[in-house]
């Protein structure tokens, strides 16, 4: 048996008003950390507005699914791996981007995840949320004016990764705390266009940086990836 069961033994908090000032703290720095993220992007994105022209820049809107969460969740002998400890994940998310040139765009976008929690050795996990926050390129295949708008992106960013529970035999304590971790991802992807309208598919692996431990050493995890399948609606400008 892995041997978080007793790790959760010692790590029980008894003291309901200090579990409750930890959550509180926890979710004022969410906010914090959630609005810096929002000003950088917006300080990203309005002066690419600012020097586009007409036709060269777009708005996306997209949902992913993921089919599988991969890297090592915990260690020690019998340490659950990602997939042992979530199921599939879904998400959505915003994006801009900005063809300066006929293979050449910059993008930038922030999105929001989940993966379900699942079980392991007797151990349930709680669900986690991701936030991605990110700007990367594509280098189009084709010129701007093609139907057909296949491409290759790169992005990097970070994400904040909510904290994690886990609950053994009625026993519930922490075993990540939330955190900004660093990712990076590519990939590639097709856009079909009608006039300022498109719809995009495109898959693309995903990394993401360890989580930090809440338990020590049988929550320390390693990095974890993915590969999204992001499906988008488009307009361009």
């Known amino acids: 048996m892995y041997n ?14 200090f579990k409750h000032q930890v959550k509180h703290q926890e979710e004022v720095k969410m906010k914090e950390r959630f609005a810096v993220s929002f000003i950088i992007l917006i300080s990203v994105l309005l002066p690419l507005s600012v020097f586009a022209s007409d036709n060269d820049y777009s708005l ?4 992913q699914a993921s089919p599988f969460i991969s890297g090592s969740a915990g260690s020690g002998s019998g340490a659950p791996d990602y997939d042992d400890a979530f199921n599939s994940g879904i998400g959505i998310g915003g994006e801009f981007d ?32 991701i936030v991605p926050v990110y700007a990367g390129g594509k280098f189009h295949i084709t010129p701007k004016t093609t139907r057909w708008d296949p491409y290759l992106r790169m992005d990097i960013g970070a994400a904040h990764l909510s904290s994690v529970d886990v609950s053994y035999q009625n026993i519930k304590g922490r075993y990540w705390d939330s955190s900004w971790v660093f990712l990076f991802g590519f990939g590639g992807g097709v856009e079909y266009r009608w006039g300022r309208w498109g719809v995009s598919l495109e898959g693309k692996f995903r990394y993401m940086g360890e989580p930090d431990s809440a338990m020590g050493f049988p929550s320390t995890a390693g990095s974890s990836w993915t590969v999204p399948i992001v499906v988008g609606i488009n307009y361009h400008f």
Do not use: M, P
């Not at 996306?60 to 949902?63: A, M, Q, S």
């Not at 922030?110 to 079980?119: A, L, R």
């Not at 392991?120 to 669900?127: A, L, V």
């Open 60 to 63: 996306r809107l997209w949902g």
């Open 98 to 129: 900005w063809r300066f040139s006929q293979r050449i765009s910059l993008l930038a976008g922030i999105g929001y995840e989940t993966y379900n929690g699942s079980s392991h050795q007797g151990i349930s996990f709680e669900d986690i949320e």
């Open 4 to 17: 978080l069961g007793l790790t959760l033994l010692k790590c029980v908090l008894d003291d309901k008003h």
